[in-house]
C-alpha cells in the first residue's frame, strides 16, 4: 500500500500516478499495490519530482508501526524520528489554535 500527498506535481507525474491509484483529493493518491510495484513508483517519484512538488509518502511495512514515511522537497511539515518511530512534526507558526 502506498499513500502520496504532494503540494504541486508535474501533469506527467500525475498521470503515470493516476494508472496505479485513486485520487479522492487533489494531489493526493491512495494505491492498494504490492510492495516492490510502491517500491518502483516511490523511485519513479523520487527521480521525477522537483523539490517544489512537496511530497509526503507513506509505504507499508510489516513492523510496528506498519507504515514508513519517507518526504522530498519542502513539505508543509516535517518527519521526525523518536526512539525508532516517525512522527509528523507540527510548525507551530503555522498552526492555527485559538
Known sequence: ???IVAKNLPPA???R???YAVEPR?????????????QSLVTYLMSHCPRKSGLLIFTH???????TMMSQGE??????????FQMIK???KKSKIT
Open 61 to 67: 511495512k510489516k513492523a510496528a508501526p506498519g507504515y
Open 17 to 19: 500516478l493516476r494508472l
Open 13 to 15: 507525474v500525475r498521470g
Open 90 to 92: 507540527e510548525n507551530p
Open 1 to 3: 500500500m502506498v499513500v
Open 26 to 38: 487533489p494531489n493526493v493518491f491512495v494505491s492498494g499495490v504490492k510492495n516492490a510495484l510502491a
Open 75 to 84: 513539505p508543509d511539515r516535517e518527519i521526525e524520528e523518536i526512539c525508532g
